[in-house]
């Protein structure tokens, strides 16, 4: 990969993550304050975030592609699998939060349903700030 290619596709990543953690946590704020209208930003924010991280498991792998497969013995491969574990972890809890606020859709939402709302966008936020810190081990040491 030419070297502004893998620029390129190192910029996409971080802005992809910056998308999937900044707007999981206005998202997270705009329930905690409960705005109006936070049901609808969250059914929107639902679309931008599976369209962010699919673009970030595509670049992520055009990552490694570049940089070669890890030995899984190393402490870089090690540190690679426990992120990887939580990317499927991330995918696996947003599914359940993206039906969550499907089925909320035009029906609204009680105080009850609200909160457990937050705290599935809070997991998310905090677990995407879990994963840019293993993204930093991994770039830098």
Avoid: C, Q
């Avoid at 049901?39 to 970030?56: I, N, P, Q, V, Y």
């Amino acid at each position: 990969m030419s070297a502004a290619l893998h620029l390129a596709v190192r910029l996409v990543h971080v802005l992809g993550m910056a998308a999937l953690v900044g707007g999981s946590a206005a998202t997270w704020y705009a329930l905690r304050i409960d705005l109006p209208r936070s049901l609808r930003l969250a059914t929107r924010f639902e679309w931008l975030f599976w369209a962010s991280l699919g673009l970030m498991v595509v670049t992520g792998v055009g990552n490694l592609g570049t940089l070669g497969p890890p030995a899984p013995a190393t402490r870089w491969g090690t540190v690679l699998t426990v992120k990887l574990v939580v990317v499927l972890a991330v995918g696996l809890g947003s599914a359940v939060r993206s039906l969550a606020v499907g089925r909320l859709r035009g029906r609204g939402a009680d105080a009850a349903t609200r909160a457990s709302l937050r705290r599935l966008y809070a997991a998310t936020a905090w677990s995407l700030v879990l994963l840019v810190a293993l993204a930093e081990v991994l770039a830098h040491g």
